[in-house]
């Protein structure tokens, strides 16, 4: 007899929304590198003004990368460095 499980999944949509803007800053990371780029400086560089042409286009890491909140990604990154060191 197969048992079928009936159980509602919980989902966090916190640690979901960590793991997109994760995938998206090392998407990103990876595709600045290629193009010869300082990831960090240009990384840096868009955190703070908002502009979007310190972030090459290459393999769509501009788009990418507007798809989230820059807040959201600060906010990431500061969580991330936090946790390292407990």
């Not at 393999?59 to 500061?78: H, Y």
């Amino acid at each position: 007899m197969v048992k079928i499980n009936t159980a509602t999944r919980v989902f966090d949509s916190d640690e979901l929304k960590q793991a997109n803007i994760k995938h998206i800053i090392k998407t990103v990371d990876a595709a600045l590198k290629q193009r010869g780029y300082n990831s960090v400086t240009q990384l840096v560089g868009y955190l703070t003004t908002n502009d979007p042409a310190y972030i090459s286009s290459y393999q769509n890491a501009r788009t990418l990368i507007q798809t989230v909140d820059r807040d959201e990604i600060l906010k990431e990154m500061v969580r991330s460095y936090l946790e390292k060191d407990e």
